[in-house]
């Protein structure tokens, strides 16, 4: 019998069911970010964002609440000998 | 495809232009043959297949003829070190002192810097004989593209077809017989892929065992330096070179260190290994002739003595879109400053990966930090009753150069990537061909620092077959 490490997620909420960005609320996105891009290059993003936005959106999102990120934080002795 | 065993080369003696490592550095202490000649030979091979390969950014051969010299000095006075006169190439995103370091971007096209990455200066103080910088897809991420102002890398084993990832010079120049090894980074398998796509052997070592000082980044939390060579010895050699505490490095993990030759030959009885088919053959489909290449290479493996148990673990979909989450936001962190004074001077490719991650929300970088956490832990409970990991090295031999391909973003999701996620050291080996005449690899990982249990079981594998002592002809052309 094949041996299973997966436990399932503490939630099975994603942001999947939400609509697209339409090609003017990516615009939108893109000025609130501060970008000033090329028309042709905000064309690019328009192409390209609907895959890393659907990517985004399955991410589970009802996680335990202690659940803690990764790489979160660096010992304090390490950023002293940054600094040595 | 001749996925089957075959025994291992009789000869053990390869022509000097194929030498591994481990053999340069005998042939140099018995004095059969020189650095200086070796260097010599090797740049005559360059001069032969560089323009149809396009391995190099950058070749620095005054360099190269120095240290070979002061090798010789060394190898006559007694004072040879790890990697005395053994040359080696870059990745072209690693800094070195005084020569030209593009990260293959118009943004950094006359970039010198003053001080080498902490990995070239350990391979230099090692003795390592530096040949050039390597050609990369644009800061290690994003292509191959044809609008940056050096042409992507190819592969020598057939015309018009690419290494595979990120450390695509790497791959080819060390597949083709113009260096013995190479130094690459890997950030979702950019050692890997041009391992498994060129038919040799690249290391992706634990996180924070070698120090990413002074190398461009692609994901800080992720990039990791590694070796690329023609056998697991070479790997073990170089790693032994490299690995090792920098106070320049926030990520470096202070450890002792680690002989990897002295294990090397232990054999795998009785080794643990958990096999994660459904990775290649489940989840997602691979090229047909990967699965029986890797299935064949577990069969050595278990019958040298090794336990294989089929294990599951999340879907590489769900690995894949943490990964990327997480690397488009800190790439575009990183480069920011660039993207909004002269975007138009990024590549195409470059451009359309990480300019979305301008528009990733402070929420969804941090819950797939938290995702990636438990994806670790995932790792780590099965690293608790298995010793390895094996699937497969890539999902397909190398494919096709084919400028520009936006529609291939995200899918289908690398193989690779998990172990990025979770930190561990994972290799790729060459396993056998593909009815075309292509390399295929497996894949094994280990628990975080265990890279000697991994070499081990890469050299045993390796002396039960011969697939790493085949090389490329088709793709070599003047």
């Known amino acids: ?84 | 495809m001749s996925a089957k065993v075959s025994p291992r080369a009789a000869s053990g003696v390869q022509p000097a232009i194929y030498a591994t490592v481990a053999q340069l550095r005998a042939r140099y202490r018995s004095g059969e043959v020189s650095p200086v000649d070796v260097v010599q030979d090797l740049f005559k091979r360059v001069d032969r297949y560089e323009s149809s390969l396009h391995c190099f950014v950058t070749q620095t051969r005054d360099v190269a003829m120095a240290r070979a010299r002061a090798a010789e000095a060394q190898l006559r006075e007694g004072t040879a070190s790890t990697l005395t006169g053994i040359p080696y190439g870059l990745k072209d995103v690693i800094n070195t002192a005084g020569i030209l370091t593009t990260g293959q971007s118009k943004i950094l096209e006359r970039n010198i810097p003053a001080e080498d990455a902490a990995v070239e200066a350990r391979m230099q103080t090692a003795g390592g004989v530096l040949m050039g910088k390597l050609t990369t897809y644009e800061f290690a991420h994003g292509g191959p593209s044809w609008d940056l102002p050096w042409p992507p890398a190819m592969n020598p084993w057939k015309v018009g077809y690419l290494p595979g990832s990120t450390s695509s010079g790497p791959g080819a120049a060390v597949a083709a017989g113009l260096l013995p090894a190479a130094i690459g980074t890997d950030t979702g398998g950019s050692i890997r892929m041009p391992a498994a796509n060129c038919g040799i052997v690249g290391l992706k070592p634990t996180y924070g065992l070698v120090s990413r000082g002074g190398v461009l980044p692609n994901t800080f939390t992720f990039d990791t330096c590694g070796p690329m060579t023609r056998t697991v010895e070479d790997a073990a050699i170089v790693l032994g070179a490299i690995a090792g505490y920098d106070d320049g490095d926030i990520t470096s993990v202070e450890r002792a260190p680690v002989d990897y030759l002295r294990d090397l030959a232990r054999g795998v009885r009785g080794v643990r290994i958990g096999w994660v088919r459904h990775w290649y053959d489940g989840d997602e489909r691979c090229h047909p002739d990967v699965a029986p290449a890797v299935e064949q290479a577990l069969k050595v493996l278990a019958d040298a003595g090794a336990i294989v148990e089929e294990i599951r673990l999340s879907d590489l979909l769900v690995y894949q879109d943490c990964k990327t989450t997480i690397s488009i936001t800190e790439m575009f962190s990183a480069y920011e400053h660039e993207f909004r004074t002269r975007p138009q001077d990024f590549g195409l490719m470059f451009r359309n990966k990480v300019l979305a991650g301008s528009l990733i929300r402070a929420e969804d970088y941090f819950q797939a930090l938290r995702q990636r956490l438990s994806l670790a832990r995932e790792l780590t409970r099965a690293f608790k009753d298995y010793d390895v990991l094996a699937t497969a090295g890539w999902m397909t031999p190398a494919e096709p150069a084919q400028p520009d391909q936006l529609d291939k973003f995200l899918r289908p999701p690398n193989i690779t990537t998990p172990f990025n996620i979770g930190g561990q050291p994972a290799m790729n080996i060459p396993c056998g061909f593909s009815r075309e005449g292509l390399p295929l690899s497996l894949q094994l990982a280990a628990a975080h620092f265990a890279e000697a249990l991994l070499f081990r079981a890469g050299h045993a594998y390796q002396m039960a077959t011969d697939w790493h002592t085949r090389h490329p002809t088709e793709g070599l052309i003047q």
Do not use: W
């Not at chain 1, 909420?13 to 939108?28: A, G, V």
């Not at chain 1, 659940?67 to 950023?79: L, Q």
């Open chain 1, 1 to 84: 019998m094949t041996r299973s490490y997966v436990k399932p997620e503490p939630g099975t909420q994603t942001l999947k069911d939400l609509p697209p960005s339409t090609p003017d609320e990516i615009r939108r996105m893109a000025a609130q970010a501060g970008l000033k891009l090329p028309p042709p290059l905000m064309d690019e993003l328009i192409k390209s964002y609907p895959a890393f936005e659907a990517m985004v959106r399955r991410l589970p999102r009802a996680r335990l609440k202690f659940d803690e990120p990764a790489n979160h934080c660096v010992a304090i002795e390490r950023i002293e000998r940054l600094e040595k």
